[in-house]
């Protein structure tokens, strides 16, 4: 079938059975595969013929969720990872090296600032943090000659800031730089970021992609539609002497990137995941347009309760007609701004935590995305290494809580929180 709508992709596209094979995707549990002859072995590690030479930079399940994924965003290829941080690491290394320079919205999730902020300037590598309301103008001032890409969340997590994403497309263009999106929480259910011209999109599966909290995962989806060879990507185009002198824009054309990321990055880091992983992440998948759909549903009537409630200081939630970002929600998240909320109760930190520790049905995790509701502290938790400064510019209060909203009845999940908000 061509032009599958997405509900149908989620079922059926990366694996299709041949006469009499299982109707489930196999698990091919193997590091390790077969070849009759030396001269086909020496062909593979030429990338001159397809196939597997390793499960640490590819299996043959985790390729069938990766041409899944692909699809789902609009793609030409995708890299599965061990961890949505692997996947922002690899993102970033593929194309900068010691002495560049890239730019990231300051909203991003605060393990990714750390990330950036941190570990990536030990590297020789800095990243300049940036307002997402900022203006083209502004933007483009931070762009210096060494800038290699711009980075950003479809939504923000937790602050659910919404990226503009054609207005940082149009910007990273006019300076021949790719835009780079995590879009995590919205998955390609609800946006598709490079309808939008963003050039690389990632996400962690771990999330909603997953969504019953049992694998860690990441992935990369390239879009293909960058031109690498425009003079500032030399490592994409010259030859790389670590593999027999292959020219990636040359030999792989607009499958540079991604092929990049696998045979020098995944064969040299070893991120990969395992074949039951992805089996347990194509499961997720497959009911990924029903659950996206619930998800939405029910986070909408919870922010409109809260929104309403006096000791609810404030609620973010693009969903909301009263939310600033209400505007590029409706414009990129047409159907729905996922489960995920932040909001504040009067009284700060000492509230919010009396708050959270009265819930019933809510889980108290570090987790989000979940079928399951859940509840977490940013501030004290995924956030805690940050600075006040840092805290504030991701849109981070002392008394904030991330509420991920799952799949109970809408009537449960309200009476659980206001009979926590008694309590309070």
């Given at each position: 079938?061509?032009q599958?709508?997405?509900?149908?992709?989620?079922?059926?596209?990366g694996?299709e059975?041949?006469?009499?094979?299982?109707?489930?995707m196999?698990?091919?549990?193997?590091?390790?595969y077969?070849?009759?002859?030396?001269?086909?072995i020496?062909?593979?590690?030429d990338?001159?013929?397809?196939?597997?030479?390793?499960?640490r930079?590819?299996?043959?399940?985790?390729?069938?969720?990766?041409k899944?994924?692909?699809?789902?965003?609009g793609?030409?290829?995708?890299?599965?990872?061990?961890?949505?941080?692997?996947?922002?690491l690899?993102s970033?290394?593929?194309?900068?090296?010691?002495?560049?320079?890239?730019?990231?919205?300051?909203?991003?999730?605060?393990?990714?600032?750390?990330?950036?902020?941190?570990?990536?300037?030990?590297?020789g590598?800095?990243?300049?943090?940036?307002?997402?309301?900022a203006?083209?103008?502004?933007?483009?001032?931070?762009?210096?000659?060494?800038?290699?890409?711009?980075?950003g969340?479809?939504?923000?997590?937790?602050?659910?800031?919404v990226?503009?994403?054609?207005?940082?497309?149009?910007?990273?263009?006019?300076?021949?730089?790719?835009?780079?999106?995590?879009?995590?929480?919205a998955?390609?259910?609800l946006?598709?970021?490079?309808?939008?011209?963003?050039?690389?999109?990632?996400?962690?599966?771990?999330k909603?992609?997953?969504?019953?909290?049992?694998?860690?995962?990441?992935?990369?989806?390239?879009?293909?539609n960058?031109?690498?060879?425009?003079?500032?990507?030399?490592?994409?185009?010259?030859p790389?002497?670590?593999?027999?002198?292959?020219?990636?824009?040359?030999?792989?054309?607009?499958?540079?990137?991604?092929?990049?990321?696998?045979?020098q990055?995944?064969?040299?880091?070893?991120?990969?995941?395992t074949?039951i992983?992805?089996?347990?992440?194509?499961l997720?998948?497959?009911?990924?347009?029903?659950?996206?759909?619930?998800?939405?549903?029910?986070?909408?009537?919870?922010?409109e309760?809260?929104?309403?409630?006096?000791?609810?200081?404030w609620v973010?939630?693009?969903?909301?007609?009263?939310?600033?970002?209400h505007?590029?929600?409706?414009?990129?998240?047409p159907d729905?701004?996922?489960?995920?909320?932040?909001?504040?109760?009067?009284?700060?930190?000492?509230?919010?935590?009396?708050?959270?520790d009265?819930?019933?049905?809510?889980s108290?995790?570090?987790?989000?995305?979940d079928?399951?509701?859940?509840?977490l502290?940013?501030?004290?938790?995924?956030h805690?290494?940050?600075?006040?400064?840092?805290?504030?510019?991701?849109?981070?209060?002392?008394?904030?809580?991330?509420?991920?909203?799952g799949?109970?009845?809408?009537?449960?999940?309200?009476?659980?929180?206001?009979?926590?908000?008694?309590?309070?």
């Open positions: 079938m061509s599958m709508k997405i509900e149908t992709k989620c079922l059926h596209e694996y059975p041949e006469n009499g094979e299982p109707q489930a196999p698990i091919y549990q193997s590091t390790t077969n070849y009759q002859s030396t001269e086909h020496g062909q593979l590690f990338l001159a013929v397809e196939g597997h030479m390793y499960s930079i590819s299996n043959p399940t985790v390729e069938m969720v990766e899944k994924i692909a699809s789902l965003e793609g030409i290829g995708a890299l599965c990872t061990t961890s949505g941080q692997a996947a922002s690899i970033i290394l593929n194309i900068c090296s010691a002495g560049d320079h890239f730019l990231a919205v300051s909203t991003i999730y605060g393990g990714t600032i750390n990330l950036f902020g941190v570990t990536l300037k030990r590297l590598i800095e990243c300049t943090f940036i307002d997402t309301n203006s083209p103008e502004e933007i483009s001032a931070q762009i210096r000659p060494n800038t290699r890409l711009i980075f969340e479809t939504l923000a997590n937790p602050a659910l800031t990226f503009d994403i054609e207005k940082f497309a149009q910007i990273a263009h006019s300076h021949q730089i790719p835009l780079v999106v995590d879009n995590t929480f998955t390609p259910i946006c598709r970021p490079m309808e939008f011209g963003a050039d690389i999109v990632i996400h962690s599966t771990s909603y992609m997953d969504g019953h909290a049992i694998q860690i995962g990441g992935v990369i989806v390239d879009s293909g960058f031109s690498w060879d425009n003079g500032k990507f030399p490592e994409l185009v010259e790389d002497e670590s593999y027999h002198g292959v020219r990636y824009t040359h030999d792989f054309g607009n499958a540079a990137y991604i092929t990049k990321a696998r045979v990055l995944m064969r040299d880091f070893g991120a990969y995941p074949a992983n992805a089996f347990l992440l194509n997720g998948l497959e009911t990924l347009p029903v659950r996206m759909e619930r998800y939405c549903k029910n986070a909408q009537i919870v922010a309760f809260l929104d309403a409630n006096k000791k609810v200081e973010n939630y693009p969903g909301l007609a009263s939310d600033p970002y505007a590029l929600a409706e414009k990129y998240l729905g701004c996922s489960g995920v909320m932040s909001f504040s109760l009067r009284g700060g930190r000492d509230t919010a935590i009396r708050f959270m009265s819930l019933k049905l809510a108290n995790v570090v987790h989000v995305a079928i399951r509701t859940c509840v502290h940013p501030a004290s938790t995924t805690r290494q940050l600075s006040d400064d840092q805290l504030a510019a991701a849109g981070i209060t002392p008394g904030m809580i991330r509420l991920s909203v799949l109970e009845h809408v009537d449960d999940i309200l009476d659980d929180i206001k009979q926590a908000l008694e309590k309070v």
